[in-house]
């Protein structure tokens, strides 16, 4: 670059120096002048010399901007930048159940997912997606899920690979016709004891969590409500509990 057909205002050089001055700081302004003019040809010694800065800080400076861009501008001891775009934010979601609502709080966003507890198939399909986005992690997911480690990381190489229908494929079709064989009838009754020993709720989408959880069964909650009452589960349900209570007080037959 020919500098010798630019022509220069002393008067103009000290005004537009004194307002970015007052912006940017002295210090940042002889680094830029500095820079400018050896990108411009000229020799270090001279440009020490006409700035007043010292070689060795010349040098040191047109290496950090080799090594650190724009920032090199900058005083290093500084908190904050005015070059350098600010780090995002750690997005650190938390789970925990409340109100019989598993929420997912993304912090520090004002971003909150709560899923209703009875809503198993869709807790565990978003569950199981941001594990796969590495936005949670294995453990969470298997302690809100009630699912081991080894589970949770099985499902999740499905979703991954099949699709929803790949994590439930043992249940295709099942949902709405789903037969209530003998074995799924002894598993309702005892999931119902359970429920009622414990004296937790024994409603149709309670058991249906239940189930789905214990045994991998996904059945509707009406359905079970029908077949609880066509088998007179619901008149000992309060019995249950007093009677296994009876029987623990008892010893024993010798």
């Given amino acids: 670059m ?25 210090k940042v302004v002889v680094k830029i002048l500095a820079f400018a003019l ?14 007043n800065m010292p070689p060795g800080s010349l040098r040191s400076l047109i290496l950090a901007i080799n090594k650190r861009g724009l920032a090199a501008f900058e005083d290093q001891r500084t908190n904050s930048s005015s070059f350098k775009q600010p780090l995002p934010h750690q997005i650190t979601p938390t789970l925990y159940t ?14 909150i997912i709560r899923i209703p507890d009875s809503n198993p198939v869709q807790k565990k399909v978003i569950l199981l997606s941001l594990l796969n986005s590495n936005i949670l992690n294995t453990s969470e997911v298997a302690t809100a899920l009630h699912l081991s480690p080894d589970r949770i990381g099985k499902l999740s190489r499905k979703l991954h690979k099949g699709d929803v229908e ?3 494929d043992k249940r295709r079709g099942q949902r709405h016709d789903y037969r209530f064989t003998p074995e799924i009838k002894a598993e ?24 789905m959880e214990r ?25 249950i509990a007093e009677y296994l209570s009876e029987v623990k007080k008892k010893p024993s037959d010798s």
């Fill in 98 to 111: 409340e109100n019989l609502l598993l929420t997912i709080d993304f912090r520090p966003c004002n971003l």
């Fill in 215 to 239: 045994c991998h069964l996904t059945l509707s909650s009406r359905t079970i409500l029908n077949h609880i009452a066509s088998l007179g589960l619901t008149t000992i349900r309060d019995s």
């Fill in 166 to 168: 790949s994590i439930f």
């Fill in 188 to 211: 309702l009754i005892q999931q119902f004891v359970i429920e009622a020993v414990n004296q937790r709720p024994t409603s149709g989408e309670q058991l249906a969590k239940k189930l």
């Fill in 38 to 51: 050896f990108l411009l040809g000229v020799d270090r010694a001279l440009i020490s010399s006409f700035l």
């Fill in 2 to 26: 020919n500098c010798e057909i630019l022509t220069f205002s002393d008067k103009l050089s000290q005004e537009r120096i004194a307002r970015i001055e007052a912006l940017l700081g002295k």
